[in-house]
């Protein structure tokens, strides 16, 4: 489809990726995440686990009483999908969104706060907490924060008696963008350089459209305001899923555009979890998350649709990046390297360069990038020495990261293989 509104992406278009398959702090379902603008770091917000001990705390909760109270935990990876810090937060909500900000030099967190446990015709028990505020701090690696800590800037409520507040940040406008519920779902905008400083006059209020679903997460790029909706696979619930993107314009809260998405096929549970945005080169993104692995611990997949412009039929979702080759593979004239094209509305894996060594069996040759690991198996035929007739291999790009190389026998092995016609259909 063509885009007509400053920030519209085009939801039914190729589909690149963020983070693949990456283990968290915890062993819980991702809720949200963010990215910060300026180092690329990713922040990922889950509901703490149980069996865990918080300071201040005498003995360990269950899972049970952490999602009552809304405790959540925040798991920091590098671009690499490297976890690199956590935090707890007491008391906050069911982190629902999120939004990073780049300030003074450190990543700051805006979040959902003052949490109260809600639920309609359930026991008390069994409610999860919500937040009923926001606020915004920064980020220490191994700290724990409660509600109403001195480190977190001062709450702010809506208005009076809203619920299920919570927010998330559009770095290509400085805005902050609040969600809640005050009769029916609301977003409201603001700038977010007054907002910070305590000036939280609304910019722009519109009414939440219906989002096709069970509501999983939103980001705000531009004049559009996206929406994930859906849930994981499960007994009722199969493969291809039910996961749907909603665009909406800002300006009067009309559906732009609605679509199903089968993004990251090759997933188990595959749920729906969390929406951000990111600039990177100049290029604006949309993510998506999904939370997968079932019965778990969970891992966080993002996947991304780029604002990248066609190129002579041709969109670049990630350009070239080296392949890290495993133990005992060299180089063979150039490093591998690979990048993600999508040509005509198909998304392809391409590489290039060569290995060599002497493969006398199916070879791990390399670990790919996260942009560049597919949700299912890409394959393809590559040129190999030519011994006894056979002059082709087979080269698989795996769901756990993985390059194989395969072909090679004792009585007949690769002593190189060359990449650069390998050009298969990612998913």
Known sequence: MGTSVEGQVDMAGPVGKLLHRRRLHNSTVMQSFGVDPVTGDVFVLQVVEGGLTLPGESGPRTGRQRAYAGDLAVTRLDQAGTVTGHMYLRGFGHGVSMGVEHDGGVSRLWTETASVPMGSNMPEEEKDGYGTAVTHFEFRSGTTLSQGSAQLAPAYRPVSGATNVTCTIDPTTNRVIVRFKSGGMVFESYD????????????????????????????????????????????????????????????????????????????????????????????????????????????????????????????????????????????????????????????????????????????????????????????????????????????????????????????????????????????
């Open 192 to 427: 977010l350089d007054r907002a910070r400083a305590g000036d939280w006059t609304p910019v722009a209020r519109i009414a939440q459209p219906d989002a096709k679903g069970t509501f999983q997460g939103y980001a705000s790029l531009g004049r559009v305001l996206y929406m994930v909706a859906g849930n994981g696979y499960s007994d009722t619930v199969k493969p291809p899923g039910n996961t749907w993107l909603t665009a909406v314009d800002w300006t009067d809260g009309s559906v732009l555009d609605q679509r199903f998405t089968t993004a990251a096929p090759g997933l188990e549970l595959r749920e729906p979890e969390g929406m951000a945005v990111s600039v990177r080169g100049g290029v604006p993104h949309v993510h998506v998350g999904f939370a997968g692995e079932e019965p778990g611990p969970r891992t966080c997949t993002i996947v991304s649709l780029s604002g990248a412009p066609e190129v002579d039929g041709v969109k670049v979702l990630a350009d070239w990046q080296p392949i890290p080759l495993a133990s005992g593979v060299t180089a063979d004239v150039r490093p591998p390297s690979g990048r993600l094209v999508a040509i005509a509305g198909t998304t392809v894996l391409q590489l290039s360069g060569g290995v060599k060594g002497t493969f006398e069996a199916d070879t791990l040759i390399g670990r790919l990038p996260d942009a560049l690991a597919p949700s299912m198996a890409a394959q393809c035929s590559v040129p190999r020495n030519n011994s006894g007739g056979v002059c082709t291999a087979r080269a698989e790009a795996n769901s756990i990261r993985e390059l194989w190389l395969y072909g090679g026998r004792t009585a007949n092995p690769v002593t190189w293989a060359q990449l650069d016609n390998y050009s298969a259909v990612w998913r």
